[in-house]
Each structure stands twice: as C-alpha cells, then as structure tokens.
C-alpha cells in the first residue's frame, strides 16, 4: 500500500547475513527446512486461545500479537517480495529487531497450487529458488520461527489478479477454499509457530454479516470454514474480518465493519478461538468523512468504538487490527497514526502493520526500496506499542522437518471446483464503493516542479528509479506525477513506454498493466495508479524477466 533512512546496525548486519549464508547452505537440499534455535523456540508463546476480549497463552498469560505483513505470496510471484534484493533471513531478522512478533503471511489459493515461484534471487537465496511455493511457505514459517517470530497464515486472494469481494469466485469455489485451508491446517498441525488463519481478506461489495443469504452472508461462511480448520487443529486462532457495509447501512473500509458482531457473532464448535480483524487505514488513501469532521483526529477513537473497538471495551472477543499504514507524508496521517498508537496502546489490542515491503502503493514499507534501510520516522511513531530488541538471535543450525502424508496434506489442483450449492453465486451484485486502497485521494499541494533527470510530456513526469538485477531479470519502480491538467482536464489516462534489450516478458507489476513488443516496454496506468488529478504522485513498478537490465532508459510518455 518517504521518510529519513537510516542503516541497520553494522552488528546485526552481520549477524543476520552470517545466519543467512549458512542456512542457505543448508536448504539447498530438496526439502530440507531450518529448524529453529531453542531459545528463539522458547520466546515464542506456542497456541493460543481467547478469554474474554484477551489472546492469552496456554498458561492464561495475556498476549498481543504485534505482526507486520510481508506479501507477495499472493502475486503472480508466488513469493515474498524482496528476495530479489536481500535473504529470508535478513527481512525475518529486521522484522524481529524492530519489536514485532508475529508475521502476516499473505497467500493466493493460486499459488498454493503452483509448481514454481518466479523472482527469487540465486545469488541471494540459493536454497529457495527450486522450491514449490507450499515448500517455500513452509520455509518461511520455519525461518521466521527461527527468529522468535510467529506466523499468521493470510487468505489475501483466490487467484494472484485480484482481492475478490466475496470468499470465492467462479474460478474457485467455497468448497477449494475450505479444502485449502483443512490442507494448510493438517500441514501445519504440529507447528506451534503457526498460531492463526486469516480466513479471507477483506470481504467488500456484496458481503454482508448475518443477512441470511447464503451466497452473501459472510458470517455463515466464516463459520462453516472456521469450524472445518478446527475439525483439523483444534488449535488454531480462527481470524475472521468485517464487511464493507454494515446493517445500519453505514459503510467503512473493505473488511472493516464489525458492528454487528457483538449481536451476531461467529460460534464456532471449538470455544475461544475467535478474533476479529478489521483494517483501517488515513486519509491519504481514501477520504472517509470522519477525516474531514470537525475535532479531528479527536473523533477517530468513537469512530473505532463503534466498528470494532466496542468487542474490546465491552469484553465480548479479541480484536486483531489486521491491517493499517502510511506514508506518512502528511499532516493528517500522522495525525491519524498517532491517534491510532494511542488507542492500541491503551486498549491492548492486537495489530498487524501493512508492510514490511516498500512496494505497497498506497503505504509504503517499514523499510526503504533497498529492502534494508529502515523507514526511521514510521518505526518511532510506532515505538510505543512495539518491544524493540526482543527478538533472539538465530542459530542457523538445520535438520529435515518430516514431510506431511499425502493423506493429511493433499496438494490443491490447479483445476477449479464446481460451485457448493450451499453459496451459490449471487443471482445480483450490487456495485461495490471504490476500494479505498485503490483510490488514492489527490494531494493539495502546487503542480511540482520536474524532478532533475525526470521525462516530461504534456500533463505528466516520470522518474526512472532502478531497484535491482540479477541475471535472470530486473526490478524497476517509476514515480509519475500529473503537472497539471491536460487538454481534457485531469489526467485520466497515461502511459510510459522504453526500450530494454535482453528483455523477454514482464512477470509482475503494481499500478500498472505492462507489456513486452521487439524488447520495448509499454505500461499503462491502472486501479489505483489510473488517473491523477493535479500535483497528485503514484509510485509504480514492474518486474521482468530479461537477461540485462535498462540503465536510465529514456521514457516515452503520454496522458489524455
């Protein structure tokens, strides 16, 4: 979904890469998966379970999951992002040392079916290329636990195009969706690092909470999957999110509205195993009213009561704020997330911050685009709910996990499943409100001077900003700003195109749809990135596959 750098410590620079080198080594052997060090083991809380409003251990002991989302698993990549620039264990080893717990790990059901993840760096993570992207999950996990990180499993998407609306799709069914997660939920069975599944992303449009439709109602499908992965790991925290629009016809964020949980709740089979997920997020990335409502920020915290903050005042189930960022680039939004830190902290509730990666669109990372330097302004407004330096340091020693049976673990296949008669496709799909991480709202400032060494063409800029090559492909970002308004008014339409030899195909973009003719490169503007009102700015990217890369291409602009 911009600040001061700053570079990590030259110790723990070289602690993580020395831990990196040699689990590498280590898991260059097909299947062979880190096992953790015992006293990265011993700092992780084990299964949890839920006691009121409260996550606690198996010792009653309350806990707050303090996650950060690292995606990429969900995209065509079928990978976490960045490991083209730096090692696994150098993002888990960050991750850690900036105080949180827990990783969010995003998925498709798409590439839980792949044979092959593209994007990984040899040079960088040796071991992982080869691997499936289920192996490279279980990598993760393993790796992650070896830092003192827990894992929250995260139904991000069906297929790696798109968020869908409703859990599924005609592609992919209810009944894929629930067989997926009973696979995941067998696989991991015996891996207490594992403590939660997010069931779906952001359930919008259509969705609805306790409505009686079946095809519709997202509780009852919540219920009907959280009790099947229970039947399977009794253990599991089942994390279930809101809806766009909620029953007294007021609408919040896609997977943000949980009025109406309190009344009508998720019971599942197994007790104390619910927590809800709403996501929130600042102005800068959709301009809901409370933002412009006199005694701003103040009204922010009964805004929150009312979502989803009343399950915790009122005792009635845990809330995990399954997502929320920024830039940070404006007043508001530090207003807003020094409001939110506030209300976190003092309410205990859990959280996960959207995201490590510095590629998210509307947000930016916790780190800057070389994957490594620390986004230094974010993690001191974030210091008072974080526990920086808690993380163990790794011992990289490896030993094979066993593999699940095949019985316990069936590998989803690629082809889609029929319908459920039980959730029929809705026979109407009211339109959905714009999502609003894909609406980016346009900033008020002046149209901008052109940046020094930036492409010009009527109405728009473009920067050329390289991130990295290896020797199978390149990844590039570019920063496109409207000037003014074109003929026709704002900026409604752009594209960019530049010559780069030795590229073949481009194997992934965001904010763009990008395309390979005779080596030359064509992207357009696309969701989020498509139009730009004045003095607005997008950071957009591409992957490709290629056998060199451009070097400050000259870019052929357009804008209508």
Request: positive net charge; aromatic residues 8%.
């Amino acid at each position: 979904m911009s600040a001061l750098r700053k570079k990590l410590s030259s110790t723990r620079r070289a602690l993580s890469r020395a831990a990196a080198l040699i689990a590498g080594a280590t898991l260059v052997a097909a299947g062979a998966i880190a096992s953790p060090a015992a006293s990265a083991a011993s700092s992780l809380p084990g299964w949890l379970s839920t006691s009121g409003s409260t996550i606690v251990t198996a010792s009653g002991a309350p806990f707050t999951i303090k996650a950060a989302a690292w995606f990429g698993m969900e995209t065509s990549n079928c990978t976490p992002h960045g490991l083209w620039s730096i090692p696994l264990d150098d993002g888990l080893a960050a991750i850690a040392g900036m105080g949180f717990n827990t990783i969010r790990l995003p998925f498709s059901n798409e590439c839980l079916a792949a044979t092959a993840s593209n994007s990984i760096n040899s040079s960088v993570n040796p071991g992982l290329v080869s691997l499936t992207p289920l192996r490279l999950m279980d990598t993760v996990i393993a790796r992650a636990k070896a830092h003192g990180l827990s894992v929250i499993l995260d139904r991000h998407r069906p297929d790696s195009a798109a968020q869908s609306e409703l859990w599924y799709t005609a592609q992919y069914s209810e009944q894929r969706w629930i067989d997926d997660w009973k696979m995941l939920a067998a696989r991991y069975k015996n891996e207490s690092a594992v403590i939660g599944v997010d069931l779906h992303n952001e359930p919008h449009g259509s969705a609805c909470w306790n409505c009686g439709d079946p095809a519709r109602d997202w509780r009852a499908a919540a219920t009907r999957a959280g009790n099947a992965v229970l039947a399977v790991n009794p253990n599991l925290l089942v994390i279930v999110e809101g809806v766009e629009r909620q029953n007294d016809g007021s609408s919040t964020w896609w997977g943000g509205g949980l009025k109406d949980a309190g009344a009508a709740p998720v019971t599942l089979a197994v007790k104390n195993r619910v927590v809800y997920s709403p996501h929130d997020y600042p102005a800068s990335v959709y301009a809901q009213p409370w933002f412009s409502a006199s005694g701003y920020p103040a009204n922010l915290e009964a805004v929150w009561d009312a979502n989803w903050g009343y399950l915790v005042r009122q005792n009635i189930a845990p809330v995990l704020l399954g997502e929320f960022g920024t830039k940070l680039e404006t007043a508001s939004d530090r207003a807003w997330l020094g409001a939110l830190v506030d209300y976190l902290g003092k309410t205990k509730i859990s959280f996960a911050y959207w995201s490590f990666n510095p590629n998210s669109g509307d947000t930016g990372g916790l780190v800057a685009d070389d994957w490594r330097t620390p986004q230094k302004e974010k993690l001191a407004a974030l210091a008072p709910i974080l526990t920086p330096g808690a993380a163990p340091t790794p011992t990289p020693t490896a030993t094979a996990t066993p593999k699940p049976t095949a019985t316990a673990t069936p590998k989803p296949t690629a082809t889609a499943t029929p319908k459920p008669t039980t959730t029929p496709q809705p026979t109407t799909t009211p339109t959905a409100t714009p999502k609003p991480t894909t609406t980016p709202q346009p900033t008020t400032s002046p149209s901008p001077t052109p940046t020094p060494g930036a492409t010009a063409a009527p109405g728009i800029t473009a920067t050329w900003v390289p991130q990295s090559t290896w020797g199978e492909g390149w990844v590039a970002e570019l920063t496109v700003t409207a000037t003014g308004p074109v003929k026709t008014g704002p900026v409604k339409t752009w594209s960019v195109s530049f010559d780069a030899p030795g590229t073949t195909a481009v194997s992934n973009a965001w904010g763009m749809r990008c395309s390979v003719a005779s080596a030359r490169v064509t992207c357009t503007g696309i969701e989020w990135a498509a139009s730009l009102a004045p003095g607005q700015t997008v950071r957009v990217g591409l992957q490709a596959v290629a056998t060199r890369a451009p070097s400050n291409p000259k870019l052929t602009l357009s804008a209508s």
